[in-house]
């Protein structure tokens, strides 16, 4: 594979999912591209390597920062360790448009670097960000929600499907800064726990009242968020726990 990708001078798109490479294997991958530096897509999504990827690949792409432009890692389990050493050269990319770390076992913590590298290194091109399938939490979504307050920041596309933030005070956090924010138009929050399976269970014989007000202060707070917010276009909210009951709160809203 090095020497057949040596010779691709013109390689633009490399696509490598669901194979069995392994991190012994990527030197030989990521060697001749930085070689040419004219790379415009690498996917590597679905092979396991683990954190120890993202060193060799960090590098790679400060060597490419000028033609990378999607990189896709969903399955690559590269966890908060990985994201660390990620974070950075990602952001800072002068081309990069977008960056799939959906399914890496990213918690909290690696939310808030990857936070911290786009609120300081601008992601000058970065639209699209798909962080689903992560253990990413409330104080997670706290982290995340300072970036989207900045006007430099063109994210248009955020996918968080399948979080477990739930409908506490990181969510509340976050729909503060996109009702502010003007340049997200899809927001995916499918199977987040937005209203709990235990809250669910109370209400499943009597509508909600004002003692219940804590529970459903999430979802208040994305109704507040659809008042206000002019730009966002499509919104995901499926698997959440929003029975005809509490439906009223966002129905108000719209």
């Known amino acids: 594979l090095k020497t057949i990708l040596s010779r691709a001078i013109n390689l633009r798109v490399l ?40 060193l060799p690949l960090a590098h790679f792409v400060r060597l490419v920062s000028k ?17 660390k050493l990620l974070c950075k050269p990602v952001t800072h990319g002068r081309a990069m448009h977008t960056l799939d770390l959906a399914s890496n076992d990213i918690t909290d913590s690696g939310a808030k670097l990857l936070a911290e590298a786009l609120n300081t290194l601008n992601a000058p091109c970065l ?27 063109p994210l248009r596309w955020l996918d968080l499907s399948y979080n477990t933030f739930g409908g506490g005070q990181g969510l509340l ?25 235990d809250f669910q269970k109370k209400i499943q014989y009597r509508p909600p009242s004002l003692h219940d007000a804590p529970e459903l202060e999430g979802l208040r707070s994305i109704a507040s968020m659809l008042r206000e917010n002019t730009a966002l276009i499509r919104l995901d909210l499926r698997g959440n726990g929003i029975t005809r009951r509490v439906q009223r709160i966002l129905d108000d809203a719209l």
């Open 127 to 153: 639209e699209r960000l798909d962080l689903s399938r992560n253990k990413i939490g409330s104080k997670g979504m706290s982290h995340l929600a300072v970036p989207l307050k900045l006007i430099r920041l």
């Open 67 to 83: 033609s990378l432009r999607a990189l896709c890692l969903r399955g690559c389990y590269i966890r908060d360790l990985g994201v």
């Open 15 to 54: 696509v490598l999912r669901k194979n069995q490479i392994t991190f012994k294997d990527v030197g030989h991958i990521l060697d001749p591209l930085s070689t040419h530096r004219r790379l415009h897509v690498l996917d590597l999504s679905s092979n396991n390597f683990g954190p120890n990827i993202a």
């Open 173 to 197: 956090d976050f729909m503060k800064s996109i009702k502010q924010n003007r340049a997200v138009e899809w927001l995916g929050m499918s199977y987040c726990k937005v209203v709990s399976r």
